[in-house]
């Protein structure tokens, strides 16, 4: 979804390649991503793994996603490692948690633990976005990155807590080329719900 969107959002023509599970363990695709997993990105010769890394070419390579000063530039950046690297993990961890303790003896106590983790890093970004539209200046790919990891929340509660994050997740999901994403990834998971 995060690459769908990014390559929206720069008005890129793009093709998706669905694959199984057992296609990505296969040597093809282990030639593209050696762990196994998805997305992967391919452009001529290049052939790109992780979806930071694939919205951080995106942005790169065409107008849309990273401001043009330089330190603006650089600020956009440090929100997508932020985003991936200090708010998203333990966003994650809760996400796993749900599907794979959730029937351990210890599970109430390890989503209480990840949950005050999850409302520190979120207390941090509120502060820090206060009631700017986004988090530095003009919508950019820290923007998007920090969006999508934060719908990982949708329905836990847990951004309700934050207004200014919830309306935040709200513009980026109100932007057109997040809907457009949306709807052709929700296209591809109706068609295999019913073929």
């Not at 001529?44 to 043009?68: K, M, N, Q, T, Y």
């Not at 989503?111 to 005050?116: I, P, S, T």
């Amino acid at each position: 979804m995060r690459v769908r969107w990014a390559l929206e959002e720069v008005g890129q023509p793009y093709h998706v390649r669905l694959l199984t599970f057992k296609a990505m363990k296969e040597p093809a695709h282990l030639a593209l991503h050696p762990f196994g997993q998805i997305p992967t990105y391919e452009e001529g010769d290049l052939a790109l793994f992780e979806s930071g890394a694939i919205v951080f070419h995106i942005a790169e390579r065409h107008a849309g996603l990273l401001p043009d000063d330089a330190n603006a530039r650089a600020r956009s950046i440090a929100w997508m490692f932020a985003a991936l690297n200090t708010v998203e993990p333990p966003i994650f961890d809760r996400a796993l948690a749900s599907i794979f303790e959730r029937d351990e003896p210890w599970y109430e106590q390890r989503l209480r633990a990840l949950e005050d983790s999850i409302r520190q890093r979120l207390e941090q970004l509120s502060g820090r976005l206060g009631d700017a539209d986004w988090l530095d200046g003009a919508f950019s790919a820290g923007d998007l990155l920090m969006v999508s990891v934060l719908l990982r929340l949708k329905g836990s509660g847990l951004l309700d807590e934050y207004p200014n994050l919830s309306a935040y997740v709200a513009r980026g999901e109100a932007r057109p080329a997040y809907k457009r994403a949306f709807d052709a990834q929700l296209a591809v998971f109706i068609a295999a719900s019913t073929g």
